[in-house]
């Protein structure tokens, strides 16, 4: 090797190089396996022989043991899964779990040393007895056992079903990057040394096997034959039979992966693929698995990939239906493992022999030159042939143009959260949810932009010859973008550079369309972010499309394109173009009614509601506003107002009705609103409520802004009278931007203030003028206002969860001098888990102190109604007027049993005092074994100061909980609490225990919009 390689290479070891090295490293397998079906282990022993493409010297060999990730709690699989809010591994029993050991590292017949990564025990470091030279090769042998793990990812088995994946000791990839080890991860995959492989695999003789490569054994292929026609006959008895040995055999593949099951069906057909006859087939236990249609979907993938990718160059492709823990299907070279048999899945798993099998990417460092680009390519085979018009066809067509219209809103939603990730990203690095929609939806969906910029033929063109340029030598990104750019003969930084590499957010918008004096129009855009991004501008005549162009770079030459041509223009983010006026349009006048970017919806653009420009009337950036009903998924161009029939009720107004005008959808906006008058016809008012929220995504310390306003307006009866409120609230909240976003943590910031004015609704009452005149107190208006800043650290880690909580509020009546209050507090949650998620004990601490300003002059007011207070959870206290409650302060009947959460959290009925010092709450409760929904629970509370009602400073109560809705709909059984508790409540005739029986029904959370934002998506 030339000196200055070695040079450049020792000096860039820890760099990233994104061109790949014209050698490649291989290695060949040997390996001889035995199951034992009884115990769940493997039995083997390896044989491989590495040979040294590279111009280097190799001193060691990174091993992987991927099923050591199986082995304890403290691998980085089991890490991340946690990460992911994933713990069935976790709370996996010791048996269920699985490892790789016996290892004994021979190189060459000689005993080598090696060691455990420090850091992932499913890496080895095997020590060469000399270092290998460029073009040298040695023979690394070992014996291995295998303890077969319960199926909680790829690898395992389930009962005996077993999904042998990533299972034996396999070298890493040494490419121009140098080693490439990486720990076993569900989320993300793999990167391997392609090889020839002849594997031996012994097990009880009436197992049906699914493998990669080909079958050797004739008598195997009758039974087989017999075998396969008999599924549905389960054989799960764990008996003593004798052993047979398979054997399989490929070439020019990166893995090995088998499957194996007494109960497989197989059905099997063959197809030609450019003179080379592949036999597919279909293996499952259900026999309605065994259908024509999931032998089609392989031929689908088969053709259609072979035709715009390459030529499949096996002579099998199998797919198996089996349990799996990660995603919908997983795939090996020749074969694919599906947890559910239908075309789209088949087609994506089929397809993944070219980009993860052929090509062999690193799709755990760049997931997108496997899943994004495969996903396209799915996307695309299921499309119908445009000669197939039957309804099956256009029902799938439907079906495709949904899935990609579902992946486009979630893109764009975490666009405009700012919660997307590059696409450059490595897979670990991804959030669960954005793992499916920036890898699959987003990177499937830009791969459009770029098949539509460069046209059909070009596009294929550069894959084609991407994929016979790069098979078998595991092409890295510069390698695409190279071949890309050489048979496109364009500048596609756009894409590759920015698209890919990059979360930049794109929004372009028409600045203004005029005419000049020979009647062209000239078109200026302003385009937000990538300033070489290709944008298509459409002109219309009404409902026809006139003619189309590419914007690209405001640097670019002047070109012309289906009548129009653009020019440079000094701006960097304007652009000018000209419209030929002399287009003739069949059937139709020349005449231009409007333009629009992107009608097709190729750019994944943030806002398009500034894509339309109309050449003439009013308002021309505004296309066809219009009311539509409830609500839908919005993409399109047009600003739509939605409108839905809203009845409500509660014990005050009584039945109201009313309409909800709003912009709520999805994606998010940043500006959302909904306004909804009712009309109380018990009261004979107008009601109803009123919200308006802005979200800001600043760059830097937050990670969003949200400031808004919060109005609403109903009957209560503060005293004996009936009043109605008008509550205002604004806020503003601040999420600091976290460090990365897998991390389970997150600060945030609250800013509120509330004003509320009640006044009595006179024409309402009933009581005697005379009454009133003796009683004026219980009519005055209601008028008083608070602040409230308070902060949140939040861990929702999915073991062991908690949160602490600071708050500051100060507030009083208005005019009243002696009525301002500050009222500190902290509070804490905290969740055990145990056995799984959302299983364990909850503990709450609250401490806070009620602190009052006196002055003894200027007018007084009660500040009892800011205190805390124990029980009164009816609302009446509510003073915020914060929840939404339908019998707000009642004191009998159903909704005199009805408690709201407040700061003591004590689930009592009745209402017993408050104070105005200071308290300490806990409140404990357990969940129970298996799917009871009923929780034991206990309350403590110690009161700084006592009284009539409360003559102890310690009192508690406990009971059980029955979740009917979980967080929402709550029933409380108090079977003990305080003497001082029970004093209290007979004092308010509240004696029986059915009478002491509450429950609670958060309302707020049932909001149709936090339903739609907490909804997993994906």
Request: charged share 20%; hydrophobic share 35%; glycine share 6%.
């Amino acid at each position: 090797m030339p000196f200055i390689f070695l040079l450049i290479f020792t000096l860039s070891s820890q760099a990233k190089f994104t061109s790949q090295a014209p050698w490649q490293q291989k290695v060949n397998y040997k390996i001889e396996v035995r199951l034992d079906d009884q115990n769940h282990i493997l039995r083997g022993f390896e044989n491989l022989e590495y040979i040294n493409n590279s111009p280097n010297e190799i001193a060691e060999i990174y091993i992987h043991l991927w099923p050591n990730a199986y082995k304890n709690n403290r691998t980085a699989f089991a890490k991340h899964q946690l990460e992911n809010g994933e713990t069935n591994f976790y709370f996996s029993t010791d048996s269920e779990k699985g490892y790789i050991d016996s290892l004994d590292f021979f190189i060459n017949d000689k005993s080598a040393h090696w060691i455990f990564d420090p850091e992932n025990i499913d890496i080895a470091i095997l020590t060469l007895l000399k270092p290998l030279k460029s073009g040298e090769s040695c023979v690394i042998t070992t014996p291995f056992l295998i303890k077969i793990p319960k199926v909680f990812s790829r690898f395992g088995h389930n009962g005996q079903t077993y999904n042998v994946t990533q299972w034996y000791p396999k070298p890493a990839v040494y490419d121009i990057n140098g080693w490439n080890p990486m720990p076993y991860l569900n989320q993300g995959e793999f990167y391997s040394e392609f090889g020839d492989f002849d594997v031996k695999i012994s097990l009880p003789k009436n197992y049906i096997v699914a493998a990669t490569g080909i079958l050797q054994n004739e008598n195997e292929l009758q039974f087989r034959k017999e075998k396969g026609k008999n599924t549905g006959e389960i054989e799960n008895s764990y008996c003593n039979t004798s052993l047979k040995t398979v054997q399989f055999k490929q070439s020019n593949i990166h893995d090995f992966a088998w499957f194996a099951s007494k109960n497989f069906g197989i059905l099997s057909s063959q197809i030609n693929i450019n003179d080379n006859q592949v036999e597919v087939s279909v293996y499952s236990q259900n026999p309605l698995d065994l259908i024509q249609q999931n032998l089609d979907a392989i031929k689908i993938a088969l053709i259609y990939y072979s035709e715009n990718a390459g030529n499949y160059p096996y002579t099998s492709a199998s797919v198996v239906k089996s349990e799996l823990k990660a995603g919908g299907g997983m795939e090996y070279p020749m074969i694919t493992v599906c947890d559910n048999l239908n075309k789209e899945v088949i087609i994506h798993e089929v397809g993944h022999n070219w980009f993860y099998g052929i090509l062999g990417s690193n799709e755990r460092r760049y997931p997108w030159m496997d899943e994004s680009i495969n996903s396209y390519f799915e996307s695309q085979a299921m499309k119908p042939a445009d000669s197939e018009k039957d309804a099956n066809n256009k029902k799938q067509n439907f079906l495709n143009n949904i899935n990609d219209y579902s992946m486009e809103l979630l893109a764009i939603n975490a666009m405009r959260k700012k919660t997307d990730q590059a696409l450059g990203s490595s897979s670990a690095d991804y959030t669960n949810i954005n793992y499916g929609t920036m890898v699959y939806g987003k990177g499937s969906l830009i791969f459009k932009h770029l098949e539509a910029y460069l046209g059909k033929d070009i596009f294929k063109k550069c894959f084609r010859t991407y994929y016979e340029t790069w098979k078998y030598k595991h092409p890295l990104p510069a390698d695409i973008k190279k071949v890309f750019e050489d048979v496109s003969g364009k500048n596609l930084n756009w894409f590759f550079n920015t698209l890919i590499n990059t979360d930049t957010k794109m929004d372009i918008k028409f600045k203004s369309v005029k005419t000049d004096d020979s009647g062209n129009f000239i078109i200026k855009l302003k385009k937000i972010a990538i300033h070489d991004l290709p944008v298509p501008i459409v002109a219309y005549s009404g409902l026809k499309k006139v003619s189309t162009t590419w914007v690209i770079n405001p640097s670019d030459y002047a070109q012309t394109m289906d009548g129009f041509f653009h020019e440079a223009s000094t701006s960097t983010t304007k652009y000018v173009l000209s419209a030929l006026t002399n287009i003739k349009i069949e059937g139709n006048t020349d005449k231009i009614t409007h333009f629009v970017i992107d009608p097709d919806r190729l750019l994944l653009e943030t806002n398009r509601k500034n894509n339309q420009y109309r050449t003439k009337g009013l308002l021309k950036h505004y296309a066809n506003p219009g009311l539509k009903f409830i609500t839908r998924p919005d993409l399109g161009i047009n600003r739509e107002i939605y409108i839905a029939p809203l009845p409500a009720y509660n014990i005050h107004n009584g039945f109201m009705l009313g309409a909800a005008l709003h912009n709520w959808s999805l994606p998010e906006r940043k500006f959302e609103y909904i306004i909804a008058p009712l009309w109380g016809f018990k009261t004979q008012t107008l009601n109803g409520y009123a919200n308006f929220n802005y979200k800001i995504s600043p760059n830097a310390l937050f990670q969003s802004v949200d400031i808004g306003l919060n109005n609403a307006s109903f009957a209560y009866i503060p005293y004996s009278e009936t009043f109605t409120y008008f509550r205002t609230k604004g806020f503003a909240n601040f999420v600091f931007k976290p460090k990365n976003l897998r991390q389970t943590s997150s600060n945030k910031i609250m800013l509120e203030f509330t004003n509320v004015a009640s006044r009595w609704l006179k024409k309402y009452s009933s009581t005697e003028d005379s009454i009133l005149d003796k009683n004026l107190e219980s009519t005055k208006p209601i008028d008083y206002q608070f602040g409230r800043i308070t902060y949140i650290y939040e861990n929702k880690r999915a073991i062991d969860p908690f949160n602490i909580i600071l708050g500051f509020e100060l507030g009083g009546h208005k005019n009243a001098h002696n009525s301002q209050y500050y009222k500190p507090n902290l509070e804490v949650n905290y969740f055990k888990t145990y056995h799984k998620k959302n299983k364990g004990f909850a503990l709450r601490i609250f401490a806070a102190s009620f602190i009052s300003r006196y002055n003894k002059t200027g007018i007084t007011k009660d500040k009892g109604l800011f205190m805390y207070r124990i029980g009164g959870k009816n609302g009446k206290y509510d003073y915020g007027m914060e929840q939404a409650l339908i019998g707000r302060g009642a004191e009998s009947g159903l909704w005199g049993n009805h408690i709201t959460s407040t700061e003591d959290n004590m689930k009592i009925k009745g209402d017993l005092g408050n104070f105005s010092k200071g308290l300490i709450v806990t409140n404990m409760s357990t969940t129970l074994p298996g799917k009871i929904p009923v929780r034991p629970y206990v309350d403590f509370c110690f009161i700084q100061e006592t009284n009539i009602a409360f003559p102890d400073k310690f009192i508690y109560s406990g009971g059980l909980a029955i979740d009917i809705i979980p967080k929402i709909f709550i029933i409380y059984l108090p079977f003990t609490q305080s003497q001082a508790i029970n004093d209290a409540q007979k004092l308010q005739n509240i004696e029986s225990f059915g009478q002491k029986i509450c429950f609670t029904l958060k309302l707020n959370n049932l909001e149709p919009h936090k339903l739609f934002k907490l909804f997993k998506w994906y």
